[in-house]
């Protein structure tokens, strides 16, 4: 992975809204065909996650339940696809860990998601979460 790419991926708090936004292709669980949507991804403990928020059942988490593997499209500042794979994360301590530094990433005062503050922990626990894994380049 060239080091553009590797500093997109690795944001920190301060990274800003679009720098936070990709695109993912997902395979459909039904149709089998690819489907394209646009999200936040964050980053904790050193680990790559897409989280639904408080949507409870989004198309792409059922999508990636039923096919892991799928591409990330970087699109703000650097341009590129990745393959991935993701894993959902079902431990309820793990969850938790994971949720709470990214409610804190979002209480922060440039709020990157543009919620309403302050997020709250509680209203994020039901969210669907999966890590996800890049593909070695």
Known sequence: MDDAVRRAIELT???S?????IDITTTGRRTGRARR??????RVGGETYLCSGTVPSPSWYVNLVANPEFTVHLKHGVRA????RATPVTDPAVRRAVLTEIVADLNQPSNPG???QPVMLEDWLGCRLVRVDFAAA
Not at 37 to 42: K, L, P, Q, T
Not at 81 to 84: H, K, S
Request: hydrophobic share 55%; no cysteine.
């Open 37 to 42: 949507i646009e999200i936040f991804f964050y």
């Open 114 to 116: 543009h919620l309403a």
């Open 81 to 84: 696809d990745l393959a991935a």
């Open 13 to 15: 708090p301060a990274a």
């Open 17 to 21: 809204t679009s720098e936070r936004v």
